[in-house]
């Protein structure tokens, strides 16, 4: 005959392998067996475990609290009960019960790593789904330390997976982001519902870090993962949150998942679920604007009453911006819209909130809105220190800026207009840099991908390192400081010292206006019109500035710069001459909106006798990196441009003692030691703007391109940066364009020379040893490019000084 220990092994296994009703069976056998106190109360607790897998909560709960009671039972088997009854209370409703429940197994396991672990994994999900992310953060922790005691990698991983959403709750992207890629080759390895589940919690923390395109597709693969393991409650969860995530850019497409959401979740019988579904749709038809909507008031007291208070703000805010917008003020006015927490910035609520208090003529409690939520969102962008991730940010930051914008132009205030047009554009500009650690797996995959694109090497492996090396870089953290933006005074006193004005173009409405200041500290608004056909005649000054830098046959050549100068001039007189009449120095500071990132200033008639110099925005001109005499030259020839070398050969004779790389020399880990010891570089070779990721723009060097990301594995960087090559300028869509000329700015260059559009390899041949000359006598580089281009003449190349040019 078996006795109790033997049954009570069978139970265990039984129930191991889901088999829940012979577990039963096994367990009361062991029972009757006279078991000891210890016996009896781990068959007690097995037993509970099968029934209430078997849907019987009640009964479960009673035979956890009959295994308590025995007397003469250790800590050990103590608190595998009391975890055990944890797990029945929170199936029941009652997550206080189930948390104490919890403590109490913790506090009686201090000899069970393993058990302590799961234990406190557990209460961390717990403290989860009762807002405390700060204690669960702690308990992963500590269930992470006890896994790794033990070697058991599925607690590790899930751990420490539960620890980066906690991190991400707190407002730590960083941190998420880092723990999550930590253990995804655990999570790919398993079932597909439970990869999912990692992909869905990465997608919450890519959408608040501002990568929504990325963020959608790790939750629609979720979705596909979640329906392929039948997990059917769980992708219709993951179907929720993508129907948040779309609301504000695709509102039509989420209604759909909301309602598909709530069907699946009626179905089941989930009624909070559908709650929660029936409320994301509600938000998705105001913000489709939809005419008819269900009764938002009964819904709203429902969520609330039932301590949905997420769902209940999303909806009010919704309403309120809905109200707003069919001009139903008195109405809208009563809708309670909670303030923003310390950790949670949400551009779309400040908007509306700003909208009514618009409507309701408190301008300056708008302003003080908006500026509250930037201010939020720009602290966040401060502690990333991907550019990317800055950068991916400013969108929001863009359209709340422009908000703003329109309140300061009903004035208008030319301070007032001048803080709004800065907090529309390049907000990454304002955040204070800080070098990253060297990443040696980030450096290998770098070396791996340049080889395999320098000898077209496959392609799926170049599309995973590229992937790699992307969210590698989301893990460096930022500095945590971010600069005000600069005041008129501030700004009046650096165009002194430079003997300079500023022109800040800013487009607000549909119409382009212009702040002019001057060194004396005056500023002028200049309204310059409506925008009409801007776009369409920039996306034609692209394809002349294209054509002109071909090599073209001799009868056509003139023809076509004569097609180039009669368009800038153009654009010139009809947007740029108003303001630029205002300007009395030679030197101007442009500070320009993403539309004319592609304009070759230079060449504009308006500024063909000025030095002109475009930084990020007019707060980071105000506060450059410190000038340093430029003495130390590194010029270097990329392979298969034709005149790459006699262009560096050119340009080096103006120099002392150059160091010059040219030919098999030139590779990129020369490149970068050299960059390390010189104050000026100059490159000579092939460059190719990457849209999709500007980061991976690249130069070609004699093995294989150096890409953006090459810059966070320099110590130090030079004082300025000549690319002689093509596209490399300040390119990308939005407010703050992204780039190579961007990334090296942001990393600490002063100056970059570069070109937006195509550029003439004779053209440049011709003019960089002369822009070298100048710059080799000590003329600051904006001043040494604008003589150069006034001596080459009308058909000068398209090149620009980024930065501080003086």
Sequence with gaps: MLGAAELHARARTATNAGHHTRACSWARQGLERHPTPVERALLLTTLAYAEAELGHLDLADGLCRDALALAGVDDHTRGTAHGQRAVVLLRLGLPSDALAEFSSAIRTLAADDEALGRNLLNRGNLRLEAADARRALVDFERAAAHAERTGNASLLAKARHNAGYAAFLLGDHVRALTAMDSVASFFAGQAPALHAVWLQDRAEVLAAAGLRDDAVADLRRAIDQFRAGRARRAAASAELLLARLVVTDDPAEGLRLARHAASRFA?????????????????????????????????????????????????????????????????????PLPPSTPRRYEPWAAAVAAQRQIALGRRADALRTLRTTLDGVQALASTLGSLELQTSLSGALTRLGQLGLSVALARPDVDLVLEWSERTRAASSRVVGVRPPTDAAQADDLTELRALHAFGGDPARQRELRRRIRERAWQAGGSGATQPVATRDELGAALAAADATSVCLFVSDAELDAVVVDGAGGGTLVRLGPLGGLASELAGLRADLDVAAADLPAPFAPRVRAGLVQRLAQLDATWLAPALARVTTRRVVLVTPGLFSLVPWPLLPSLRDRAVTVPRSATAWARPPARRALTRPLLVAGPSLRRAADEVGACATHWGDPEVLTGPDATVEAVGTATLRSDVVHVAAHGHHHALNPLFSHVDLADGPAFGYELDRLVTLPDTVVLSACELGAVGAGDDPLGLATALLHAGVRT?????????????????????????????????????????????????????GW
Excluded: K
């Design 267 to 335: 179905a089941m019988g989930a009624d909070l679920s559908r709650l929660r579904a029936d409320a994301a749709a509600a938000v998705c038809a105001c913000a489709a604007g939809r005419r008819r909507l269900p009764d938002v008031e009964r819904l709203l007291a429902e969520l609330r009453a039932r301590g949905l208070a997420d769902e209940a703000r999303r909806l009010a805010i919704a309403w309120c911006g809905w109200l707003l917008a069919q001009g139903r003020l008195t109405e809208a006015r009563r809708v």
């Design 752 to 804: 970059v020379l570069a070109s937006p559009v195509a550029l003439s390899d004779d053209a440049a041949a011709r003019l960089m040893p002369d822009l070298h000359a100048r710059l080799a006598s000590g003329s600051p580089p904006a001043d040494a490019l604008a003589a150069s281009v006034a001596a080459f003449g009308p058909d000068a190349p398209p090149l620009v000084c980024f930065g501080a």
